[in-house]
């Protein structure tokens, strides 16, 4: 059987109804297509091709807010995210186009949709000022409409986006580095509400902790402001380095992008571009991981493995053999893998988001890990879909005790954010059955076509059908 990732059409109701956007709206009942099942044993082989990155396009497309005109973004994944960016950006009256990317996909050889798309979005002189809870609690990115907005329209509301299924997810190093920008900030009736009566100004900023959202919003907020900006303690992420390099390009002066200190000279306007998103390494290395557990031989294209550092250490220790080149990596594992230790911790430390699979690593390892999450108190929420696998996993607080086993076992279980989806179906691949994994929805927002990638990999993986149980047929 062959899927198509639902992208919904792009225009949606002015009072969405609940379940507008592929199960967008999360609770009850999973949606026909919204369950993927994976049949555990086979090695992961092949070549795998990674688009943009989710968490640059997200705020690319942010960024082009700050100059009128038209800016076209290539390389952006085709996700349930992207389009709801597309709708919020529309709700500010830009023109929003999705086209077929160039140069074309190459997993498109291996059927499904396309991964990735061109993004061509015109902004008006003056755009909205407003973002609606309806849509922002479908996506907390778009808080970065925050700073951009506050900068070309001197004020802003933006609903507030609360937390979600892995934190609290706080904003205060938001609010506090726009208010010493001599921004007002209050929140009323829960929408953040923002203004600079007398335009922003440049300041020196640390932030308590590298936040990439923080870091985001200030430098899009500096970037239009009256004099220098020094931003200490900034996020370093690559996703950071591509916003600051797209920003340059439409003539801002930003220096230090990818490490702890930004200086952005504030400049008078800027001008529209084109820009292609960079490689998702979260992607990349979710399909390493996946390689590694299976004891398969992948080839990841599309991702600078340098972004991957940490990451494809802790597996040559669990093991691996890792081959690296420009933009690509190929990645072996002949036998079981070896317990590793894991800590999260911002870049270029190892990503929060490959936990749930350093978890799955952990579950099928000999021995016992010790992983510890420093970045969102509810990452570990996952852990009892993972444990429902068989998988014996201890919890304290933000650390993990994982004690391998030889295998798993299938269940059904259910993707409680993008990243513990894609992570459940993979150590679905180490199970002596099926695993079906609901809320597939998820694995949407963060991964284009995972089912065609995965069974370009060789896995035997089906969509769609009831929700599991006794007397239902799985479909494989
Ligand atoms: N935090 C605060 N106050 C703030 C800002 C952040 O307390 O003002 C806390 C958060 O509550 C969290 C921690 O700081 O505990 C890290 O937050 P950060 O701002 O760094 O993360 P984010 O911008 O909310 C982005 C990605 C996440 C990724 C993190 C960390 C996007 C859209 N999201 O989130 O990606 O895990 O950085 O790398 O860029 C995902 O893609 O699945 C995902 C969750």
Redesign the pocket.
Known sequence: MTHSLRIPDLTIPARPEPGWLAGAGGAGAPAVDDIIRVRGGTRMTGTVHVVGA??SA??LMAVALLAPGRSVITNVPRITDIAIMGEVLRRLGCGIRFDADDPVDPMMAHGGVPRSRSVTIDVPDVPGAEADYELVRRL??SICVLGPLLARRGSVRVAHPGGDA?????????VSGLARMGAEISGERGFVVASAPRGLRGAEIVLD??????TENLVMAAVLAKGTTVIDNA?R?P?IVDICTMLNQMGALIDGAGTSTLTVVGVPGLQPVRHATVGDR?VAGTWAFGAAMTRGDVTVTGASPAFLDVALDKLVSAGALVETRRGAFRIRMADRPRAVDVVTL?YPGF???LLPMAIGLAAVSDGASLITEN???GRFMFANEMMRLGADIQTDGHHAVVRGRERLSGAPVAAT???AGAGLLIAGLCTDGVTEVSHAHHVDR?YPDFVADLRALGVEVARGGAAGGPGVPLGL
């Open positions: 989710k968490n997200l705020k907390r990115a892995i934190g609290s997810r706080g904003l205060d190093m938001h902790f590298p936040s990439v959202g923080a996020a992420e996703e979260i911002p990503a929060t988001d970045i969102f108190d954010d993008i990243r963060g």
